[in-house]
């Protein structure tokens, strides 16, 4: 019984605490923007090796867990890539909507500095008609929190291994900044 009541004690002041801090709030709303540099790997090198270079701009909330470092981040990302077609032999534009739900843990407080790494699916919505929407890939990545505002992120993008295409992996690094309020 003892134990139990301690224990019980123990908790209450830990997440009191973790309460009364001002830079630990348990969700904060974010905005950034970004590039990415994609690349296609196909058997057939006939075909494009690169696909190009794009950029995104990104909405975010942050749900810090109590108690622990740590976070569950979705995103909202609209991105454009400018990039080439080889079957049609013309330059074109690619426009998605991606939703990254990020689980990651941060050490440091982030009032001057902390450190960042997470990972997590990405869902896709093509924002054309006429293009289909890519399956669910993964990204994870590392970033770093300056003066409790300012975000800066490295990611890698894979995909997991699709059914109707095995053999072609569409994989990027994103590069961003970002600011939380």
Known sequence: MKKTVITLLLAIVTLTA??????AKLLRLGIGA???????????????????????????????VPVLPIYIQPEA???????????????????????????????GSGRILGLRLNAGPVFNVSSSADEESLPVRWAAGAGVDLLNKITLDLRYHGCFKDSDFPNVDFNYWSYSIGFMF
């Open 18 to 23: 973790a309460a009364e801090n001002n830079d």
């Open 77 to 107: 990302q609209y991105s454009f890539m400018d990039s080439f077609d080889p079957m049609e032999l013309k330059d074109i534009t690619l426009k998605k909507l991606d939703f990254p739900i990020m689980v990651g843990a941060q050490i």
């Open 34 to 64: 970004g590039m990415t540099n994609a690349s296609l790997d196909v058997p057939d090198k006939t075909l494009m090796d690169e696909a190009g270079t794009g950029y995104f701009m990104k909405l975010s909330l942050k749900f810090n």
